[in-house]
């Protein structure tokens, strides 16, 4: 079938039917009203035929020659169904023609109309103008042809008018068509955005969001009240979820945290070389796993947005610019260059997370990128978003793993010989996320890039962070 | 040095306090938060160690309390709350550190030291514009490091960092220390950031052939000495 799918060729296939619909309505009124009239004119040129034809029989032809010219005197002043409604101009005409062919009464006609109906007869009214009209001529016994013919003006006058009443109608339909189309499209629009706004915030994992509710009763507020219903249980199953992780890594964290305690006791107290030394490579490992349980902690943490709480207004370009010159040393040592342009940007944010996003990029270049690779942080404003771009000139990644290296523990093949925990990035999200932005890995020709994108301070942060519940 | 301490569960209690003892301090260990507040309104402590997860009257809400009656001795908290949420909390609370558990033993050492030293010197220490260590000269007014009388030219990170050392003189400052105080990160870097600008520290520090005068203690970090031995 090819019924239009979007609103707008529904509306444009619902248009063009009632326009066609109007004007088949109009064509048949038209033709019939026409009939109707025509069939009228007819009838009283008939009747005014059989009149005159009488008249002959009971007088002669002079006689009926005067009374022809008599009436078609008359008629033009006489107030006739078929007349003008003011009653100006004639709506039937009478001409005589003698047994020799010479007309004798009406109207001067330059050519004598043949016998029987004449459907279009040019006529030359009293006004001067031109026109047609419906003739009958009649041959009288003697000879003689007798005429009598309706203007067809009437009837034009009342196609013209008819026609004008549909058109007017068309148009009238056409507007309010149109105009109810372009309303419902904007109120669907605007409905299907609140919608797809709540959906998309709950894909950026602010699983607290619905869609919200006018009590109107409308099939979008059913729509609406049964996708929250859904939402709510995104959200319940999100926080399980990160219920289960974060209990896990605390209840873990209590009974490492004694075996470390008893092992440094332990150590301390050991007066043997060896087994200090064997003893603290054990406690080192103790601390990576405790590290890999508060790494998981902190990400839950941020993915539950309650730091957006402690939200203020930060410069951007200061807190990259502090993290870069932290690790500038680091690369420097490398051999390898941090370069960055920072324009001036300031934010909603936390100051300790978004140095901490940085850190985490810069500290995944370090790490993974390669030993010659360099990274090159562009900070610039678009659109009122921040938008912060961390390059370098690395190993990269496969294209395929792009959106992977943002899930949680994730790593891939090539890192998997190094320290580290596949938290990076799984943060990095979280840390966007919670600043109400985006982040996304280009795989380039040479390298890797990510960018993120911020609301900056100048796009109205206040309101999305209304939007939050209050601090319990 | 006289600490309270404030931990319920007892073996880490027993080894805390043993631990101390060893380093000269005396310890008061205390495992209910009522009696640890009331011994701050009646004796008079260099720092108080709270546990903050301790049942009845918690470690944090002990030290408002104690703050509330005007007890002014430096706190630790300790905490195996890590969450970022609770870090601030904790440091909202009139803590002036938190320290997560576990810790090594070392580190709570080394910022009960630090602590202690800011404690009772801490507003005459802050309000001097001069550090002194061995020959080298810190104005802080103006900014400027002097080793031996030759200037050393140092980015602010640097200046910072051996601000914080020079006011720790011959004490551990521990790399945690470090990152908390000197950059404010608020996480631990998987990078090496603390030993990269400590080497450039030293490299300036020591441009013409002196001995250094800064200390790694392997694991731990740093220490400053006036005279290098």
């Given at each position: 079938?090819?019924?239009?799918?979007?609103?707008?060729?529904?509306?444009?296939?619902?248009?063009?039917?009632?326009?066609?619909?109007?004007?088949?309505?109009?064509?048949?009124?038209?033709?019939?009203?026409?009939?109707?009239?025509?069939?009228?004119?007819?009838?009283?040129?008939?009747?005014?035929?059989?009149?005159?034809?009488?008249?002959?029989?009971?007088?002669?032809?002079?006689?009926?020659?005067?009374?022809?010219?008599?009436?078609?005197?008359?008629?033009?002043?006489?107030?006739?169904?078929?007349?003008?409604?003011?009653?100006?101009?004639?709506?039937?005409?009478?001409?005589?023609?003698?047994?020799?062919?010479?007309?004798?009464?009406?109207?001067?006609?330059?050519?004598?109309?043949?016998?029987?109906?004449?459907?279009?007869?040019?006529?030359?009214?009293?006004?001067?103008?031109?026109?047609?009209?419906?003739?009958?001529?009649?041959?009288?016994?003697?000879?003689?042809?007798?005429?009598?013919?309706?203007?067809?003006?009437?009837?034009?006058?009342?196609?013209?008018?008819?026609?004008?009443?549909?058109?007017?109608?068309?148009?009238?339909?056409?507007?309010?068509?149109?105009?109810?189309?372009?309303?419902?499209?904007?109120?669907?629009?605007?409905?299907?955005?609140?919608?797809?706004?709540?959906?998309?915030?709950?894909?950026?994992?602010?699983?607290?969001?619905?869609?919200?509710?006018?009590?109107?009763?409308?099939?979008?507020?059913?729509?609406?009240?049964?996708?929250?219903?859904?939402?709510?249980?995104?959200?319940?199953?999100?926080?399980?979820?990160?219920?289960?992780?974060?209990?896990?890594?605390?209840?873990?964290?209590?009974?490492?945290?004694?075996?470390?305690?008893?092992?440094?006791?332990?150590?301390?107290?050991?007066?043997?070389?060896?087994?200090?030394?064997?003893?603290?490579?054990?406690?080192?490992?103790?601390?990576?796993?405790?590290?890999?349980?508060?790494?998981?902690?902190?990400?839950?943490?941020?993915?539950?947005?309650?730091?957006?709480?402690?939200?203020?207004?930060?410069?951007?370009?200061?807190?990259?610019?502090?993290?870069?010159?932290?690790?500038?040393?680091?690369?420097?040592?490398?051999?390898?260059?941090?370069?960055?342009?920072?324009?001036?940007?300031?934010?909603?944010?936390?100051?300790?997370?978004?140095?901490?996003?940085?850190?985490?990029?810069?500290?995944?270049?370090?790490?993974?990128?390669?030993?010659?690779?360099?990274?090159?942080?562009?900070?610039?404003?678009?659109?009122?978003?921040?938008?912060?771009?961390?390059?370098?000139?690395?190993?990269?990644?496969?294209?395929?793993?792009?959106?992977?290296?943002?899930?949680?523990?994730?790593?891939?093949?090539?890192?998997?010989?190094?320290?580290?925990?596949?938290?990076?990035?799984?943060?990095?999200?979280?840390?966007?996320?919670?600043?109400?932005?985006?982040?996304?890995?280009?795989?380039?020709?040479?390298?890797?890039?990510?960018?993120?994108?911020?609301?900056?301070?100048?796009?109205?942060?206040?309101?999305?962070?209304?939007?939050?519940?209050?601090?319990? | 040095?006289?600490?309270?301490?404030?931990?319920?569960?007892?073996?880490?209690?027993?080894?805390?306090?043993?631990?101390?003892?060893?380093?000269?301090?005396?310890?008061?260990?205390?495992?209910?938060g009522k009696v640890a507040l009331a011994r701050t309104l009646s004796e008079a402590?260099?720092?108080?160690?709270?546990?903050?997860?301790?049942?009845?009257?918690?470690?944090?809400?002990?030290?408002?309390?104690?703050?509330?009656?005007?007890?002014?001795?430096?706190?630790?908290?300790?905490?195996?709350?890590?969450?970022?949420?609770?870090?601030?909390?904790?440091?909202?609370?009139?803590?002036?550190?938190y320290l997560i558990k576990p810790f090594a033993f070392a580190e709570l050492a080394?910022?009960?030291?630090?602590?202690?030293?800011?404690?009772?010197?801490?507003?005459?220490?802050?309000?001097?514009?001069?550090?002194?260590?061995?020959?080298?000269?810190?104005?802080?007014?103006?900014?400027?490091?002097?080793?031996?009388?030759?200037?050393?030219?140092?980015?602010?990170?640097?200046?910072?960092?051996?601000?914080?050392?020079?006011?720790?003189?011959?004490?551990?400052?521990?790399?945690?220390m470090l990152l908390d105080r000197v950059w404010n990160l608020g996480f631990d870097?998987?990078?090496?950031?603390?030993?990269?600008?400590?080497?450039?520290?030293?490299?300036?520090?020591?441009?013409?052939?002196?001995?250094?005068?800064?200390?790694?203690?392997?694991?731990?970090?740093?220490?400053?000495?006036?005279?290098?031995?």
């Open positions: 079938m090819l019924l239009p799918r979007t609103i707008k060729g529904l509306s444009i296939l619902t248009a063009v039917i009632s326009a066609l619909v109007i004007l088949a309505l109009g064509a048949t009124v038209v033709f019939f009203s026409h009939e109707e009239i025509e069939a009228q004119i007819g009838q009283r040129i008939e009747v005014e035929m059989n009149g005159l034809t009488n008249y002959r029989r009971r007088h002669n032809n002079a006689q009926l020659a005067q009374f022809v010219q008599a009436r078609d005197g008359l008629t033009t002043t006489v107030h006739g169904f078929l007349a003008n409604g003011d009653g100006a101009g004639r709506t039937m005409f009478y001409a005589m023609w003698d047994p020799q062919g010479r007309q004798v009464a009406g109207a001067p006609m330059s050519t004598r109309p043949p016998l029987g109906w004449t459907e279009f007869l040019p006529i030359d009214r009293v006004d001067g103008t031109r026109g047609f009209a419906r003739a009958l001529s009649r041959r009288l016994p003697d000879g003689a042809r007798l005429l009598v013919a309706g203007d067809r003006e009437a009837l034009n006058q009342s196609d013209d008018r008819i026609s004008m009443v549909v058109l007017t109608g068309l148009g009238a339909i056409l507007l309010v068509g149109a105009t109810s189309t372009i309303a419902f499209g904007r109120l669907v629009h605007r409905r299907l955005a609140t919608i797809s706004g709540a959906a998309q915030s709950i894909i950026e994992g602010d699983y607290s969001r619905r869609v919200p509710l006018d009590e109107s009763g409308s099939e979008f507020e059913r729509i609406a009240s049964i996708l929250n219903v859904m939402f709510a249980r995104i959200e319940a199953s999100m926080q399980s979820l990160r219920q289960v992780s974060s209990d896990i890594a605390h209840d873990m964290r209590a009974p490492l945290g004694r075996i470390r305690r008893d092992m440094e006791a332990l150590m301390l107290r050991s007066s043997d070389g060896a087994s200090q030394a064997s003893m603290g490579k054990m406690i080192a490992e103790m601390d990576a796993l405790l590290d890999l349980f508060a790494g998981l902690l902190d990400v839950s943490e941020v993915q539950g947005f309650a730091v957006r709480r402690r939200f203020l207004a930060l410069s951007l370009t200061d807190a990259i610019s502090d993290v870069v010159e932290a690790y500038r040393p680091s690369f420097d040592q490398d051999g390898r260059k941090i370069e960055a342009t920072l324009a001036d940007v300031a934010i909603m944010g936390d100051g300790q997370l978004v140095r901490r996003l940085i850190a985490n990029l810069l500290e995944n270049i370090l790490a993974h990128a390669g030993a010659n690779a360099n990274a090159r942080i562009t900070l610039s404003l678009e659109d009122g978003n921040a938008r912060i771009a961390v390059a370098d000139d690395g190993t990269g990644i496969s294209p395929i793993d792009q959106e992977r290296i943002f899930e949680r523990l994730v790593r891939l093949e090539k890192t998997r010989s190094t320290a580290g925990h596949g938290l990076g990035l799984s943060m990095v999200r979280a840390i966007a996320s919670a600043h109400f932005g985006t982040v996304e890995a280009i795989a380039t020709e040479q390298g890797l890039t990510i960018i993120l994108n911020l609301p900056s301070l100048n796009e109205g942060m206040s309101g999305l962070l209304s939007k939050q519940d209050p601090p319990a | 040095m006289r600490i309270l301490l404030l931990e319920d569960d007892r073996e880490t209690r027993d080894y805390l306090t043993r631990g101390l003892k060893e380093l000269g301090h005396q310890v008061v260990a205390e495992s209910e402590f260099d720092i108080l160690v709270l546990d903050r997860m301790i049942p009845g009257l918690d470690g944090l809400t002990t030290l408002k309390l104690a703050r509330e009656a005007g007890c002014q001795s430096p706190a630790i908290i300790l905490s195996a709350m890590a969450g970022i949420e609770d870090r601030v909390a904790g440091l909202e609370g009139g803590a002036d550190d080394a910022r009960i030291n630090a602590l202690a030293r800011r404690a009772p010197l801490g507003e005459r220490a802050n309000a001097q514009s001069m550090l002194r260590v061995g020959d080298i000269e810190m104005d802080l007014i103006k900014r400027i490091v002097r080793r031996a009388g030759r200037t050393v030219d140092l980015q602010p990170r640097e200046f910072s960092l051996l601000e914080y050392l020079l006011r720790n003189p011959e004490r551990l400052v521990t790399r945690t870097p998987k990078t090496n950031i603390v030993e990269t600008h400590m080497s450039r520290l030293r490299a300036k520090l020591n441009a013409d052939g002196e001995s250094d005068p800064i200390r790694t203690v392997r694991g731990s970090g740093y220490m400053i000495f006036g005279k290098a031995d």
